[in-house]
């Protein structure tokens, strides 16, 4: 092909990809991974066939432009990344500051229960917590071994089938808000009495603080997500019930969205205290002051994040709004 007819059928679609790059706004990426990809293709035919043409330059300079719309669109994912973490979710976590606080409140009452019915029934843990579970830990305490359960299985594994699990439970409690709110905290409830009657089971058989250090490396985080995802259920229930100035359906889909975020929010913490359990809990001959360290970082940075810091981010965007 001459090269005055290569120009002749491509100048209208160069033409329409300058109009396109002109226009405000940022294209829709596949569109412009294409415009890329055709570009490059027409300039490789060009240098190869034509390679003192002008229009080589023409092309080089239409090709880098849209690169470089390609790299702005990817730093604006970027931003938009970075400030839902250090904006728009602690925004979220201000506003839920009351489903969160009852979230709280519903699992250190409901371990309390637990601890207080396994003290004044033997059989409460069994029922709780199992038979097979309980003879093999008291099996393991015989051994000399009492958190041998942590040491079973591959740590990769063990570290799917634990992330899987906490998913599940943190979504299950979620969708439990579907059903009036009352669904989250019956669940959560639940698993704060398991986890009162775990904790009373290791005390009476004078193993409370092995119990503690070692369960709670990872059990800080794995009840924190668990707790977070008892107050999107909240968040969820609360506004079907209580739609305010919004109708029903409006207030619904807004608090659906609030709390999917907040799920959103916790899946990095559910992932850490997978990583947790499964790589570190296994190591129960680690000196307490490690451990310590560890439950003493993972509790605070809880706290910072999920209740300081929304505090600090609403003040400082009230501040500026007014």
């Not at 100048?11 to 569109?31: C, H, I, T, V």
């Given at each position: 092909?001459?090269?005055?007819?290569?120009?002749?059928?491509?100048?209208?679609?160069?033409?329409?990809?300058?109009?396109?790059?002109?226009?405000?706004?940022?294209?829709?990426?596949?569109?412009?991974?294409?415009?890329?990809?055709?570009?490059?293709?027409?300039?490789?035919?060009?240098?190869?066939?034509?390679?003192?043409?002008?229009?080589?330059?023409?092309?080089?300079?239409?090709?880098?432009?849209?690169?470089?719309?390609?790299?702005?669109?990817?730093?604006?994912?970027?931003?938009?990344?970075?400030?839902?973490?250090?904006?728009?979710?602690?925004?979220?976590?201000?506003?839920?500051?009351?489903?969160?606080?009852?979230?709280?409140?519903?699992?250190?009452?409901?371990?309390?229960?637990?601890?207080?019915?396994?003290?004044?029934?033997?059989?409460?843990?069994?029922?709780?917590?199992?038979?097979?579970?309980?003879?093999?830990t008291l099996e393991n305490?015989?051994?000399?071994?009492?958190?041998?359960?942590?040491?079973?299985?591959?740590?990769?594994s063990m570290f799917a089938?634990?992330?899987?699990?906490?998913?599940?439970?943190?979504?299950?409690?979620?969708?439990?808000?579907?059903?009036?709110?009352?669904?989250?905290?019956?669940?959560?409830?639940?698993?704060?009495?398991?986890?009162?009657?775990?904790?009373?089971?290791?005390?009476?058989?004078?193993?409370?603080?092995?119990?503690?250090?070692?369960?709670?490396?990872?059990?800080?985080?794995?009840?924190?997500?668990f707790i977070i995802a008892?107050?999107?259920?909240?968040?969820?229930?609360?506004?079907?019930?209580?739609?305010?100035?919004?109708?029903?359906?409006?207030?619904?889909?807004?608090?659906?969205?609030?709390?999917?975020?907040?799920?959103?929010?916790?899946?990095?913490?559910?992932?850490?205290?997978?990583?947790?359990?499964?790589?570190?809990?296994?190591?129960?001959?680690?000196?307490?002051?490690?451990?310590?360290?560890?439950?003493?970082?993972?509790?605070?940075?809880?706290?910072?994040?999920?209740?300081?810091?929304?505090?600090?981010?609403?003040?400082?965007?009230?501040?500026?709004?007014?």
């Amino acid at each position: 092909m001459r090269e005055a007819q290569f120009v002749k059928a491509n100048y209208p679609k160069w033409k329409s990809f300058e109009e396109l790059l002109q226009q405000k706004g940022a294209a829709a990426p596949d569109q412009l991974a294409d415009l890329f990809v055709q570009l490059t293709d027409d300039l490789a035919y060009a240098r190869t066939h034509y390679p003192s043409s002008q229009i080589i330059p023409y092309l080089n300079g239409l090709a880098a432009s849209v690169h470089q719309r390609i790299y702005r669109n990817k730093k604006e994912d970027l931003s938009r990344l970075l400030t839902f973490w250090t904006q728009e979710l602690p925004l979220l976590f201000a506003g839920a500051r009351r489903p969160l606080l009852y979230s709280f409140l519903i699992f250190a009452v409901s371990v309390a229960i637990g601890a207080l019915s396994a003290e004044y029934d033997e059989t409460y843990a069994r029922l709780i917590l199992g038979d097979g579970y309980v003879n093999m830990t008291l099996e393991n305490i015989e051994k000399g071994d009492p958190m041998a359960v942590y040491k079973d299985e591959d740590m990769l594994s063990m570290f799917a089938a634990i992330a899987y699990n906490n998913l599940r439970v943190s979504f299950t409690i979620f969708a439990a808000g579907l059903v009036f709110a009352v669904g989250a905290g019956l669940i959560l409830f639940y698993n704060g009495v398991m986890v009162g009657a775990f904790q009373y089971f290791f005390l009476k058989q004078g193993l409370f603080w092995t119990s503690f250090l070692t369960i709670w490396v990872h059990g800080t985080l794995e009840m924190a997500s668990f707790i977070i995802a008892g107050a999107a259920g909240l968040v969820v229930g609360n506004s079907f019930m209580y739609p305010g100035t919004y109708p029903r359906r409006t207030s619904f889909a807004r608090g659906v969205r609030t709390a999917v975020k907040m799920l959103v929010g916790v899946l990095p913490i559910i992932v850490a205290a997978a990583v947790l359990e499964s790589y570190v809990t296994r190591y129960t001959e680690w000196h307490w002051a490690a451990k310590g360290a560890i439950i003493l970082t993972s509790a605070l940075f809880m706290l910072y994040y999920f209740v300081i810091y929304p505090l600090k981010v609403e003040r400082i965007h009230h501040a500026a709004a007014h």
